[in-house]
């Protein structure tokens, strides 16, 4: 087995205080293998970005507070970190793209500054090699006309070549971690294919594992090789993405594989799941998704949290239908 670079054990982060707290990370737990792409996957506000931000320490300071857990990276607990220590392992050992480059692009910046200010602190590089090593990697990323796009700026370059920009600012110290946070969703689908094609690349030559985060299933089975199905801040399955698209089985994911597009027949409207995920103020007190399932089989679905169960190796379901001794397939 490939070494553990993060391993995330029983990590809750709330948002607010007193009687308004919500828990949008619930009790959550995966390990991350060196060199892997793993999928992050849930529908809008079920906790993905919240989660990547923890990693990260950029949880909004205030309003947000990690309440157990931890947060291993290569055995140091980054929950603990200090910002200061954050400062070095940030954008030098784990890295992040968010969904919209321009918010995290300087607009009064030059694209060559901002990719070198990186290796400047982290790399110590300077003058001429500094920007030998920002142009490199400008063209690892596959833009044209590197030289040029170091003295433009972000405005000058289409979303596409904004998002390859971020990439390359991301990537430029080597980190062991990329996180990608919809990277994609702003773009139209042939840039899409474009830049989903260099991060595998950049996984495939340079071995940094990605944690990615899409709503998009298409998207998943093009990159990912493993994949964690978040619903309400928890997870409900977890496996790899052969066994995601074969044999699935939370009601949750079954319902998210059926409303991808190319599983519909042509002419019959669009599948969705029926209703709407509750807010986190208004979670059902048992499993999260049971008023929304049409699984729903006994009491204890509405009112016991079911844990993760092993249906197989590497593959986990936090579904009552699977406790272990009952068998409902
Ligand atoms: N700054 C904040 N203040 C209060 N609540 C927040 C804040 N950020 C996120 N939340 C809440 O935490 C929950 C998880 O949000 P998060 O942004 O992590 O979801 P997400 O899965 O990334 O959604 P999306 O697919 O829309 O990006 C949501 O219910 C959201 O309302
Ligand atoms: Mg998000």
């Not at 321009?102 to 090699?129: C, D, W």
């Not at 040029?148 to 700026?153: C, E, F, L, P, T």
């Not at 971690?177 to 773009?187: F, V």
């Amino acid at each position: 087995m490939d070494k553990q670079i993060l391993c995330i054990n029983n990590l809750s982060v709330s948002f607010g205080e007193g009687k308004d707290k919500v828990i949008a990370v619930d009790d959550v737990s995966f390990a991350f293998e060196n060199g892997r792409i793993l999928g992050i996957i849930g529908e809008s506000g079920c906790g993905k970005s919240t989660l990547a931000l923890s990693i990260m320490g950029l949880l909004p300071d205030k309003i947000s507070n990690i309440e157990n857990g931890e947060i291993l990276f290569n055995g140091n607990d980054l929950s603990k970190f200090t910002e200061k220590q954050f400062e070095y392992i940030r954008g030098n050992e784990i890295s992040m793209i968010f969904q919209e480059p321009m918010t995290s692009l300087n607009p009064v910046f030059k694209i060559g500054r901002q990719i070198a200010e990186p290796l400047k602190i982290h790399k110590s590089l300077y003058g001429r090699a500094l920007k030998e090593k920002v142009i490199e990697i400008l063209r690892a990323v596959h833009i044209p006309n590197p030289e040029k796009v170091y003295n433009s700026y972000p405005h000058n370059l289409s979303g596409g070549m904004r998002q390859r920009v971020m990439i390359a600012m991301a990537l430029s110290c080597e980190p062991e971690i990329l996180i990608a946070d919809e990277p994609t969703t702003a773009l139209d689908v042939t840039i899409q294919a474009q830049i989903l094609f260099l991060l595998k690349e950049l996984n495939n030559k340079v071995k940094t594992s990605i944690l990615f985060i899409t709503h998009d299933l298409s998207v998943v089975a093009e990159v990912c090789d493993e994949v964690m199905v978040l619903y309400g801040g928890k997870v409900v399955e977890q496996c790899n993405v052969y066994e995601l698209f074969d044999n699935a089985k939370h009601p949750y994911t079954l319902g998210l594989l059926d409303s991808q597009p190319h599983r519909c027949e042509s002419g019959k409207p669009l599948k969705s799941i029926e209703g709407i995920v509750p807010s986190l103020s208004d979670m059902p007190s048992g499993c999260r998704f049971s008023n929304r399932c049409s699984k729903k089989f006994c009491i204890k679905c509405e009112s016991d949290i079911p844990p993760l169960f092993n249906i197989r190796d590497n593959h986990k379901v936090a579904c009552w239908l699977y406790e272990e001794g009952k068998d409902f397939d």
